[in-house]
């Protein structure tokens, strides 16, 4: 299975760099796997990089299981996979500097690990088996332990496979010691797609997926109405904003916090009181259009970092991203709606002041129009934008592959854990280094990067995921100041698992 390939290659690189510490004293350092030496995750600089960070000297402890487990969702019973026995997993919260020490024990059948989604954290402890760690056992604890580099609103999640399509992930938040927004609650919002134990489980999503559909090209594909739906493939789901088709899976619903749309959450408030929404796409395949009926939205960040104050009617969030925003609450119920974009449906939470009745639920909008953004499109608070500096190296990453053999991939290339330096971009420490995406596909990805936040063209968002339309060229840069071996992948789940993933490789 693929979790023995990772190991085995983890262990592959402990044997690496023992061999490269034993061979040091006599000879110049031999090439690592590739010919490169690169700055493993056991590097003494990992190490020496996480001493330099901030510290309030305070630890937060926690500790978690991953669990199998039954609920109910929607009047049937489901067993699902997730931390601590629920749908909601419980909300991780710290100071910046503060020091994370979480305890994941692995109740599953199969091995674990916890990625930690937007973090420049240490690289020992980003959570990628076969790359960072090995993965956790069956049975097995591990600690993560690592300081909270800097505040905003990130998650946490399985990187094993499509283990985060089940409920193994959860909201991260944290708090900035000089906070200048100022806002009276916060509300953390986590939108998902869900099908596993309703119709099926997301392994038999990607199975059916790897099949293609190369026999089906001649079809005449519904357009507009949320698309057809073969088996767990959804076919001419359609969005203009994403570039036409909008997702590849079928999802029976969609929750906002755990919940499905039957049985929505309910925030209650004061009338007149600032919110501070922080929400996070935890979706597999599904971007979502954010909006409040007939009130606008302040965005503040994007992905953990702060923009120019923007309002908007509505907000895209593809898989992976977040967004902060203010919302100023009115008399009465009022609906948050994340409408899944080009596949007709919704999910949705209301914000309540006690009075009158909820609306019902026919009576939501099925479009938010008007000003819409995502996060590619904002402005960088000043404070974070990065100085103005020539790239020490530029690397172009393709997007590539298709629905018809699923074959997703970067320059033409399927990423194999087992071989995670094939094809793997260098980079130095204290470069400043360029990422030019370039989708030659006809699908939208949300590009995610792991361990920094990448900033967008000249004045864009800080981000460490973005939206990449087809056919569209995105130029994003960022400062290579943690060393080690960081992932890069679509964050659309079954895209990644079928090989849309790569390396930026810290090389001495
Ligand atoms: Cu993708």
Redesign the pocket.
Known sequence: MTHQLNRRSFLGLSVATTAVAALAACTPTPPVTTGTARILPTDPLVTAYETQRASTGKTVSHALTARSFSTTLAGKNITTWGYDGSLVAPTLRGMAGDQLNLTIANQLPESTSIHWHGLALRNDADGVPGLTQEGVGTGKDYPYDFKLPHPGTYWYHSHVEMQRERALYGALVIDDPQEPLKYDKEWVIVLDDWLDGITGTPDEVLKELSEGMGGMGGMNHGRGDGGMVMGHMLMGATSDFLGVDAGDVAYPFHLFNGREPGNPEIFTAKKGERIRLRIINAAGDTAYRIGVPNQKLTVTHTDGFPVQHIEVDAVVLGMGERIDALLTVRDGHTPVVALAEGKAQMAYGLLSTGTGTPPARGSLPKTLTGKVVDGGQLTADPAVSLATKTPDRVHELR?TGGMANYD?GINGHRFDMAKPFENAFDIKAGERVEMKFVND?E?????HIHGHTFQVGDTGARKDTIIVRPKETIIVRFDADNPGQWLF????A???ERG?MGVFSYVK
């Not at 699908?443 to 590009?447: A, F, L, R, Y």
């Not at 992948?489 to 659309?492: E, F, I, L, V, Y």
């Open positions: 997007l997703w596909t699908m939208w990805h949300p590009m992948h679509c964050h659309n079954y895209h990644a849309m």
